[in-house]
């Protein structure tokens, strides 16, 4: 693919309309999502979603497709690269002893600036 089309989707992805529903958390962490793409790449690659939901899975993935041009492997891995920024978020958090006084179901409020596209 050449580099024009490449930066198209990063254009597209960055340019991502809001999206719907309750925002997803992750772990101990109440994201604050910057980019709706995020939001969504995040949502579509959770684990065995394809396999527990695959309704949902399918709805989420084209209209990602739809708003981005891109494939199913590019946003998944964006999805991957997401949630590994938030996995070490939080343990980087933990570490520092942020997290220690949450009871219950309580979350930290945590904000994500928009993540560089992994295509």
């Not at 989707?9 to 995020?38: I, M, N, Y």
């Not at 790449?41 to 989420?60: E, G, H, I, M, W």
């Not at 590994?84 to 930290?108: H, M, N, P, V």
């Amino acid at each position: 693919m050449d580099t024009s089309t490449q930066a198209q989707k990063r254009q597209r992805a960055t340019t991502f309309p809001s999206a719907r529903g309750a925002a997803p958390t992750c772990g101990l962490l109440e994201v604050q999502w910057d980019s709706p793409f995020d939001r969504l790449c995040f949502l579509v690659s959770a684990p065995d979603l394809a396999l527990k939901n695959s309704r949902r899975y399918t709805t989420l993935l084209a209209e990602l497709i739809a708003g981005s041009g891109c494939t199913e492997d590019e946003i998944l891995a964006h999805g991957h690269k997401v949630r590994a920024y938030l996995f070490f978020a939080q343990d980087r958090l933990s570490k520092d002893g942020q997290l220690d006084g949450l009871t219950g179901k309580e979350k930290r409020t945590y904000r994500l600036p928009a993540v560089a596209p992994a295509f």
